[in-house]
């Protein structure tokens, strides 16, 4: 689940003395998830129920739809069949472009923890990435739905105070292995001597 690593060394080329390299930031790293697949399939599966519901509804309506397009004066009746055929078509491309920018959401997410931030990374629609200092944040918390607790994803959601109100982390796999591995992480950068004596205190 995380990638713990210890700091890597090289030898000094002169003096014959060690002297410790700085490890690359991507060592710091202690978690890297990315949002759940669960949600992007559910997109495409509510996405094809849509469609198919919006085939089924201009089967079925067009003669009433048609009856209402000639008692409008001013415009040929000709081109209700034509606004029908777009319709149709607009509502389910919009379904189809619906899912798929989820799709992209979710491959351009990163949820990063460190050792000493939260990261969110983003490439899509626009690059963005939000650092959170673990001192920073003054609860840690995640809320499932039934489906979400069915498939194991949620949202985490961090209190730090600002006055946009709460980080959430939208569709996170495991949330509750991500908030067991967050919390002490927060515990001792708030209450460092409480942290350290749970620590002192677990059984070993």
């Known amino acids: 689940m995380g990638l713990f690593k210890k700091p890597e060394t090289t030898k000094a080329a002169s003096g014959g003395h060690h002297k410790a390299s700085p490890v690359p930031a991507a060592a710091d790293t202690l978690l890297k998830v990315m949002p759940s697949w669960w949600v992007v399939l559910l997109a495409y599966l509510l996405a094809a129920l849509f469609c198919y519901l919006i085939h089924q509804f201009f089967q079925w309506f067009p003669p009433y739809l048609k009856e209402v397009f000639k008692n409008l004066r001013g415009l040929p009746e000709s081109w209700a069949d034509l606004g029908l055929f777009w319709a149709e078509r607009g509502l389910t491309w919009i379904a189809v472009l619906a899912a798929l920018y989820h799709n ?92 350290h004596h749970r620590r002192s205190t677990d059984p070993q």
């Open 104 to 195: 992209l959401w979710q491959l351009g997410t990163r949820y990063k923890l460190t050792s000493h931030d939260i990261q969110v990374e983003n490439w899509f629609p626009l690059r963005r990435v939000i650092a959170i200092p673990y001192g920073s944040v003054r609860r840690v918390g995640f809320q499932q739905s039934l489906v979400g607790l069915l498939f194991r994803y949620g949202h985490i959601e961090l209190e730090t105070g600002s006055p946009s109100g709460l980080l959430v982390l939208l569709d996170c796999p495991k949330p509750p292995q991500f908030v067991a591995l967050l919390q002490p992480k927060v515990e001792a950068a708030v209450q460092p001597g409480l942290a």
